[in-house]
């Protein structure tokens, strides 16, 4: 597959000018030792929307400063050799990973297994595990198989766990208003009670191509953001569940976590703000509580 010259152009050939001209450049609050990061799924295609998604967010970087990605899976698409590697990540995200941006890997439904061998996916040969990033601490899971043994191991990762911020990522969606897949409710019925029982606040996951913010289920906030480098125009069907959503667009997010706020922001490959807010962490009277402003 040769990649299009307008792709180079998109990737390294625009000045800061030309990009902050395509649309708006997002910004984050940018508070003392907070955690920032970007999101992106179903990104690995090695095509022209993959690259401008790229590039702006390099150009978001200038501004909010993220040091991480979050990968939602589907990270290459269509194959799993040298070039596709080459093609569909290091040179789409090749000013990030220049400027020692870290990206986290999960894995979806149309990655290879030995993904989880790729270096530059941080995921250390394993399936699913975690990390934690100041007081946030994060649990990647492999959707493709939940195993007893996987949930056995994020229940006890879960309990362990001191952090202030907990976040799950993984593919495929508990709750999706997406007419082409869906929520993954066998998935649910696994996940969600442990999620509630250990106090995470918020899921990323993948899958749908598209962008989906939920109203909070059970005190959890969910994100889908499969729309990095694939889309389905038109495939949100909102429903109640929704709280934002967008399809028209690839999409990326860019996040802040500080004390007990986490800002968010979604914009568009070509600059729109599709949503934004913040998600509350508060102690009352001994008991967490959440909420979405």
Request: glycine fraction near 10%; aromatic fraction near 12%.
């Amino acid at each position: 597959m040769n990649i299009p010259r307008r792709q180079f152009i998109s990737q390294i050939g625009l000045s800061t000018l030309t990009l902050s001209l395509y649309g708006q450049v997002p910004t984050l609050p940018s508070k003392p030792a907070s955690i920032r990061f970007a999101v992106i799924g179903d990104m690995g295609t090695g095509e022209l929307p993959q690259y401008e998604i790229g590039a702006k967010m390099k150009l978001s970087r200038e501004t909010s400063h993220f040091d991480f990605v979050l990968m939602l899976g589907d990270n290459i698409y269509g194959g799993s050799n040298a070039s596709d590697y080459q093609k569909k990540f290091e040179l789409p995200y090749k000013g990030l990973l220049d400027a020692g941006v870290q990206f986290y890997g999960a894995l979806g439904n149309h990655d290879s297994p030995n993904e989880k061998f790729y270096k530059p996916f941080n995921m250390n040969g394993q399936q699913y595990y975690t990390y934690k990033k100041g007081n946030v601490q994060f649990f990647v899971l492999d959707s493709n198989y939940m195993k007893p043994e996987q949930l056995s191991w994020l229940e006890k990762e879960l309990q362990k766990s001191g952090a202030d911020w907990k976040i799950c990522y993984f593919h495929h969606p508990l709750y999706s208003s997406g007419s082409f897949h869906g929520a993954s409710t066998e998935l649910r019925v696994l996940l969600e009670p442990l999620f509630v029982k250990y106090g995470v606040q918020v899921v990323f996951a993948g899958h749908d191509h598209v962008y989906e913010r939920t109203k909070p289920q059970n005190g959890i906030t969910y994100f889908t953001e499969g729309a990095a480098g694939e889309l389905r125009k038109g495939d949100l069907k909102k429903t109640d569940l929704t709280a934002a959503g967008y399809d028209q667009d690839r999409s990326f997010m860019l996040i802040e976590i500080a004390g007990d706020d986490l800002n968010f922001q979604t914009m568009s490959r070509t600059g729109t703000k599709v949503d934004s807010g913040v998600i509350k962490r508060a102690i009352k009277s001994g008991i967490l509580t959440r909420s979405v402003q």
